[in-house]
């Protein structure tokens, strides 16, 4: 399906630009599978958490309409069950003493008792997932980042995008860019 999802500002010239900037960063190496708005799903070889690294230094500095470039470790359907499972299987590799938060961009449905589709609140949603991670919970400065995102694939379908993240690996680039000029250092 996917494994990388790019945003970018939005506007038709702003996706080209970014287009021809992922196509010539990683050539044959990854091709788009959707795009709507200023969201690019792309499909890449190899670990997408090295490539999301390697483009966001490739960009880093420059100009380009990227906002964000993060790594997907499962797509599943956006029902609460099928996203807690994929997180329960991603948290042992959170270590014990080690801090998360869940970061949630969309909504996630259930099956009401009468078979029909209800979509959650997200806060629910969360409170649900956490659940299932015995970790501290950090929301200002977590070690990791457990990260659900709800995209659009072909004819408007959804899906859940997964990932257990690094907060630097949600980092704006502009917050980079602007780092650099400034001499700051720039945290998750």
């Known amino acids: 399906m996917f494994n990388l999802i790019v945003i970018h500002e939005p506007g038709p010239d702003n996706w080209r630009w970014a287009r021809n900037q992922l196509r010539q960063l990683l050539g044959a190496e990854g091709k788009i ?3 709507y708005q200023s969201v690019m799903l792309y499909l890449v070889e190899g670990d997408p ?3 999301a690294d390697k483009l966001r230094e490739s960009l880093r500095g420059g100009g380009t309409p990227i906002i964000r470039v ?4 499962h797509v599943v359907n956006p029902y609460l069950d099928e996203v807690v499972e994929v997180v329960k299987s991603m948290v ?4 014990q003493n080690e801090s998360f938060r869940i970061t949630l961009q969309g909504h996630l449905m259930v099956i ?4 029909r589709r209800k979509v959650m609140h997200s806060i629910d949603s969360i409170r649900e997932i956490a659940k299932y991670v015995d970790r501290p919970v950090n929301l200002e400065n977590p070690d990791w980042v457990v990260y659900v995102k709800v995209v659009k694939v072909l004819r408007g379908r959804r899906v859940a995008a997964v990932s257990l993240l690094k907060p630097t690996e949600l980092i704006n680039l502009r917050d980079l860019t602007q780092a650099e000029g400034s001499g700051e250092e720039v945290s998750g």
């Open 92 to 95: 042992v590799r959170i270590p």
């Open 112 to 115: 009401d008792p009468e078979g």
């Open 49 to 51: 958490h090295q490539v």
């Open 33 to 35: 599978v959707a795009s």
């Open 70 to 73: 993060i790594p997907v470790d």
